[in-house]
């Protein structure tokens, strides 16, 4: 307790620290992984090209892939950027998958209607497609966002400072308390991010409990599409 009580700056500057390496690579992750999602869902010849390679990179040990990257991208072996690099990668590697499955998971014939209705495949896609495949993309999100959280927790290991220092520095000088506490303080962001991930999805997607209801989706469509004819009607 007096070690905990002697080094509450420490760990909150630790849980920053970790906190904002961890959201760079959720973030550029997600981006990245929209459109190379969206190629392996709308292209079949390269669907299990890419979603192999993808996973072929996510089953790299984190430690490897913070050795290998360097000589490859020319980064120091000690360098945030290494580490968030390596996290990104990762990252892509989930969500790419929950991307293509999240796409494919939209009702085929609410894609017709919608083409039906005049829409273009850009508009179709940020309008109808991606919006009723929002559940599924941020289930994906929330996986990578506990993996990250947890992985990062590695980089202390080539001298990057995150929480994972509380793990290493406590196992060397012996303070079961450093170590429990860098164990808890973790779990707790990967909890606290999780649960900030679903509220989030809440309040972006509110029709997703509407959605469960068959026939939901189509009879949004067509209200949404009733409501933007009237509106031309109105101008």
């Known amino acids: 307790m007096n070690w905990l009580l002697d080094n509450l700056e420490l760990i909150g500057e630790l849980t920053v620290q970790h906190l904002r390496l961890s959201a760079i690579p959720i973030v550029l992750g997600f981006v990245l992984a929209i459109p190379l999602g969206w190629v392996a869902y709308r292209y079949k010849l390269t669907r299990g090209l890419i979603l192999t390679f993808v996973g072929l990179l996510y089953t790299i040990p984190s430690l490897a892939m913070f050795v ?25 590697a989930i969500m790419a998958r929950s991307v293509a499955d999240a796409l494919a998971s939209v009702d085929g014939d609410v894609k017709q209607a919608a083409t039906a209705m005049g829409y273009g495949g850009f508009r179709r896609f940020w309008t109808v497609d991606f919006p009723l495949a929002g559940p599924v993309v941020l289930a994906g999100l929330r996986v990578v966002a506990v993996s990250t959280i947890s992985l990062l927790t590695i980089g202390s290991a080539i001298g990057v400072s995150t929480l994972g220092y509380l793990f290493t520095n406590g196992n060397q000088r012996g303070i079961v308390v450093s170590v429990l506490t860098g164990v808890i303080v973790t779990v707790i962001i990967a909890l606290v991010v999780d649960r900030l991930l679903v509220l989030l999805g809440r309040l972006l997607m509110p029709w997703t409990r509407a959605m469960a209801q068959p026939g939901a989706q189509r009879r949004a469509l067509a209200s949404a599409s009733g409501r933007s004819r009237a509106a031309e009607v109105a101008t």
């Not at 290998?68 to 892509?92: F, H, R, W």
């Open 68 to 92: 290998i990257l360097p000589p490859i991208i020319g980064t120091p072996y000690i360098s945030e950027a290494n580490v968030v690099i390596a996290l990104t990668i990762y990252a892509v």
